[in-house]
C-alpha cells in the first residue's frame, strides 16, 4: 500500500506542512502505515490563526441565511460520501464498518441541526423596560473557534461543533488525532467543495506542541476539546490562562445498573453492544455493570455467553461485530489492567487476553473481556480502560448501586436497566451523571441535545452540541436604546 503525505487546509488551499517530524497512521487491524501526518509546529498554527482571525470579520458579516447554504451543500456532499468516510474510518480507527457509518450518520445530524442557525441565534428584545425604552440581547460570534478531537470518532466529534461554529458566523481551526487524522482529511475535502470562503474552515494536523500552541495564541478566541480527563484539565487550564473560553469533554468510567425486574434478554443484547462495541473505545461505553439482587447470576451467565459471541476482526470483513484496538501500547496497557484486575481479586468471567485473529497477526486484537467480582475502589473498578472490558459488581440494594455509581469519579453517563418506573425516577434524580440512559446503554444525546458530561468527565460550562453550542460560539450583546419622541421627523 502506497503511503500518502497529508496535507494541512489552510485559507482555502491544501498546503504541504512546515513539519519536522511526521507520524505514521497504521491500520490497527492490518498493521498497515497507510499515511503520515505531519506533527505542525507552532509557526503553523500561528499561520492558520493568522488566517482564520483575518476571515474572522468578513464571515460574521455574510447573512446567517447564507452562511447556512454552505451547510445544507456539506449535509448532501457528506450523504453521498458516507460510505468512502466510513471505510476511512474503519480503516484509522479499528471500529466495523457498520459502527463507522453510524458515526458519519451521527456526524450529519449535527450539520442538519445548526442549518437551524437563524432562528437558534435569534436575541431577545423587551419594549418599554422604562418609558420609551428598549432593551435587545443579540448574538455575535467570538471569533476564532480552534476543535481538538480524539482519535476514537474521527469523523463525528469534530462536527459536534463545527457546524455550529461557523454557521453562528465564527471561523474555525480543526485538530484531529494524530492517530486518526485521515477522516478529517477527507471531510476537508467536503468541506472544500462545499464552498466555503477561504480562510472560513482550516485543518492543522499536529501533536501536542500544536496544541499547546492553539491554546497559548492570542488569535484564536474559543477551543473546544474532546480527549481524555488529564489532557482536558490541561487544556481548560491553559486555554483558560490565555483568555479564552474553555469546553473540554474528558474520559468516563460508565456504570450501568441492572435490577432483577430488568428484561434479560433486552438488558443483555444493549449491554453487550455498550461494553464491546466499537472495542470499548466509547467514551459512552458501559465500563462497569452493577447487578442488583437476583440480577447478578442471571446477568453474569447471559453477558459472558453474549460477549463470548462476538466475532473480533477487520472491520471490513463480513460478519465482523468487533473490532482491534487503536494501538500496540494501548493493547498493551488493557491487558496489563486486566492482570491488575485480577490480582485485585476480581474473577476471570471471560479472558479476551492472547486471542491473535487468523489472517491479522499485526493486529491489535482483544476479545471481550469479563471481569467478575470487582472489588470496590480498586484500580479496575476506578480506571478508564478504553478497551473491551467489562468489569462486574454487586449491590444489594437499589440505593447501594446508586451509591456505588456516585462514588466515581467521572460522570459522563450512568444506565439504569429496570421495568419499575420509581426505581428509574429516583435512579434520574439521584445520579450524578450528564447523560442517563433508562433501559439504554449508550445515552449518546441526538444532535439537537448538549452532550451533558460531569465531573472529571467535562470541565467548562457549555458542553457541545445543540443550543449549547450556539451559546459557546457566540457572545451576548445587550443595548439598551432610547429613540424620544421630539426626535422624530413629521413624515
Ligand atoms: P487524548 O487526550 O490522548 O487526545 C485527545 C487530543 O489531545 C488529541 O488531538 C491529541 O493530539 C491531544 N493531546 C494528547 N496529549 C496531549 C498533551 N499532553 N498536550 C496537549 N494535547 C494533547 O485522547 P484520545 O486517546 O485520543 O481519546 C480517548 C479519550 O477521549 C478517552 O479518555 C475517552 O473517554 C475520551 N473521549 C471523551 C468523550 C466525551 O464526550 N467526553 C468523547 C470521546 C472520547
Known sequence: MQKKTLANYIDGTWQKSAAS??????????????????????????????????????????????????????????????????????????????????????????????????????GTVSEDIAAGIDEMMIRQPVGVAAIIAPFNFPGMIPFWFLPYAVATGNTVIVKPSERCPMTMHLAFELLEAAGFPPGVVNLVNGGPDCVNAILDHPAIDAVSFVGSTPVARHIYARASASGKRVQAQGGAKNPVVVLPDADLDMTTRIVNDSAFGNAGQRCLAAALAITVGEARDTFTEAIAEAAARRVVGYGLDDGVTMGPVITPQSKARIESLIQTGLDEGARAVLDGRNSPVAGYERGNFLRPTILGDVPPGSTIARTEIFGPVLGLMHAETVDDAIALVNSGEYGNMACLFTSSGAAARKFRYEVKAGNIGINIGVAAPMAFFPFSGWKASFFGVLHGQSHHAVEFYTQTKVVVERWPKEWSRKF
Open 21 to 122: 517530524e511526521y507520524q505514521d497512521v497504521v491500520n490497527p487491524a492490518t498493521g498497515d502505515v497507510m499515511a503520515e501526518v505531519p506533527l505542525s509546529p507552532p509557526e503553523e498554527v500561528d499561520r492558520v490563526a493568522q488566517v482564520a482571525a483575518a476571515a474572522a470579520d468578513s464571515w460574521r458579516r455574510v447573512p446567517a441565511t447564507e452562511r447556512v447554504q454552505h451547510l445544507f451543500r456539506l449535509k448532501t456532499l457528506l450523504d453521498e460520501n458516507i460510505d468512502e468516510l466510513a471505510r476511512a474510518i474503519t480503516n484509522e480507527n479499528g471500529k466495523t464498518f457498520a459502527e463507522a457509518r453510524g458515526e458519519m450518520v451521527r456526524a450529519i445530524e449535527n450539520v442538519e441541526v445548526a442549518c437551524g442557525i437563524p432562528t437558534l441565534m435569534q
